[in-house]
Each structure stands twice: as structure tokens, then as C-alpha cells.
């Protein structure tokens, strides 16, 4: 499968309700069974979270869906079973925690709620749940992957936070640990930006969700908003959170949606996904 072949909307796997070909369709029965037989699970984490004037509060509960979705046949294809959880979106808003309709959670209580998930799955027989992140707050990232840590037992389930490495140093998360799985995707071409610091409702992830949910996306509002053209220093203070980052956006977009394209997104999601299936691929055959 390539990223050519997979158009925007053309694959159902892409705009899909996000329970979809989670476990939430499947049977008690169907379950079990894909645990004796060695299955991996995999789990997104989002949150509710707002997005500028343009895209819905769930953009981090699509994407990381949507990945998971395609990793899952990617995974298939290598020979590896792997059912998917429902998301997590109750997740940690230290950000964008000014904004309304970005739900603050404690990390206390997502790190309490993920043991508890964590230690079902064991009791079930699964022995590998990896974890895959659409939110990019540190605080978030940084419970995700203590609590994965915390979940795993010496002789029973493992838990492994999949993310590309440029997270996990921001996080301070060393990438050496059984507990986090770097990917070794190239860097988003827009994710960064040469042109402008896009980490937040920007180009990158207006794309994504013109190619996941264009319904959701408020397409006529796009080409009025300006891009924010934002230096390392205005990044940094956006990341302290709350007062900070609503001074540096009002508007709550971090970028350049008005450049977005669904086919840009289509293709991030593909790339996404490969990396994803190929970093646990690697490590279900022990070379990473
Ligand atoms: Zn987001």
C-alpha cells in the first residue's frame, strides 16, 4: 500500500467513526480468541482539546484513530494480529488549559485509569499493548509513558509508548527504554516548518483532518486565517501553557492551516502508519 493509493476518503479506513475496528465491534469470544492466539494491542490517546477557529475539539482523538486503523493492516500484512482499543481521550491539557472546551484531566487520574485498562488487557492474556500519541502536550506524553512504565509487570503485560524520537527527547523520555519504541519516520515536511513553526492546528494537522473528517473541518473560514509565523522563542513561551500560550494565539493555531490539503494529510497518515507497524514489527522480532 502506498501513499499514492490511498486518496483522501477513497479508503474507509481513513474517515471512520473511531470505534471502528476497535474491539468495541468485536465479541467477548472474538477477543479471547485473538489473545491465544498472540495478538498485540494497540491504543491511541487524544484528548478534548480546542483546535482554532477551524477544526473540532476531537482532531487528537481522529488522527491517532486513523493511524492505528492503516498500522493495524500494515501490521497484518507482516504477519502480526493486533486488535485495537478503543481511544483514550480524557487526556492532559497543560496548553492549551485557557481555551474553553479543552477538558483538563489530572495525570494522576489518566496514569490510575491506563493500570487499570493496562491490567485487564494482562488479565485477558495479551502481553503487549503499544501506545500511540495524537496530542502533542509534554505533560500528556510524559503520563503516557509513566504509566506504561508503572503498568508493566516483570512477567506479564508490556507496555510501550510508540513515538518518533523528536518527542521523546522534548519529553525526556529516554528512547533506549523497553517502555518507549522510537519510530524512524522522516520528519513531518510541514510539522516544523521552514517557513513557520507549525505544531498546532496548523497546515499539519488541518491537512490531516481535510483527509479524515473534511466535513468537520470549517473549509470557508480557512483562507482568512493568517499565518501565525512564530519564532523558537514564541514556541517556547507557547509551551509554558495556559495565560502564555493564549497570548502568543488568541486564535488557539499554531501555523498555517490556509496552506492545508487533504492529500498533504493523506499522505502523513500513510507515513504514520508504516512507521508505526514497522517499529513494532522490529520489535516483535526483537531487533529494536
Ligand atoms: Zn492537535
Wanted: hydrophobic share 45%; net charge negative; aromatic share 6%.
Amino acid at each position: 500500500m502506498t501513499a499514492s493509493s490511498i486518496a483522501a476518503r477513497t479508503d474507509p479506513a481513513l474517515g471512520a467513526p473511531i470505534l471502528a475496528d476497535t474491539i468495541a465491534e468485536m465479541t467477548y469470544g472474538d477477543v479471547s480468541a485473538a489473545a491465544a492466539r498472540g495478538a498485540v494491542i494497540l491504543w491511541a490517546f487524544g484528548v478534548v482539546e480546542q483546535h482554532g477557529p477551524h477544526l473540532p475539539t476531537g482532531t487528537d482523538i481522529y488522527i491517532p484513530s486513523a493511524r492505528l486503523r492503516l498500522a493495524r493492516r500494515f501490521l497484518a500484512e507482516a504477519g502480526i494480529e493486533a486488535l485495537i482499543l478503543p481511544p483514550y481521550y480524557w487526556g492532559v491539557n497543560h496548553v492549551s488549559a485557557s481555551f474553553p472546551a479543552s477538558i483538563k484531566v489530572r495525570p494522576e487520574v489518566m496514569a490510575a485509569l491506563m493500570g487499570d485498562v493496562i491490567d485487564s488487557l494482562g488479565g485477558d492474556g495479551f502481553s503487549k499493548v503499544f501506545l500511540v500519541s495524537g496530542h502533542g502536550d509534554a505533560l500528556h506524553n510524559r503520563t503516557l509513558f509513566e504509566a506504561a512504565e508503572a503498568a508493566s509487570k516483570p512477567d506479564g503485560v508490556q507496555a510501550a509508548f510508540v513515538a518518533d524520537p523528536a518527542l521523546f527527547a522534548r519529553i525526556g523520555v529516554d528512547p533506549a527504554s523497553p517502555h518507549a519504541l522510537a519510530t524512524t519516520a522522516e520528519p513531518e515536511p510541514t510539522h516544523d516548518g521552514t517557513v513557520y513553526a507549525d505544531v498546532h492546528a496548523g497546515d499539519w494537522e488541518t491537512s490531516l483532518m481535510l483527509a479524515l473528517e473534511p466535513d468537520l473541518v470549517r473549509k470557508d473560514d480557512l483562507g482568512g486565517l493568517p499565518p501565525t509565523d512564530l519564532s523558537a522563542d514564541d514556541l517556547a513561551e507557547w509551551r509554558k501553557g495556559h495565560d502564555h500560550a493564549r497570548r502568543v494565539t488568541p486564535d488557539g493555531y499554531l501555523g498555517d492551516p490556509a496552506s492545508a490539503t487533504a492529500e498533504k494529510g493523506a499522505a502523513s497518515i500513510v507515513r504514520d502508519a508504516r512507521s508505526i507497524a514497522e517499529a513494532i514489527a522490529a520489535r516483535m522480532a526483537g531487533k529494536r
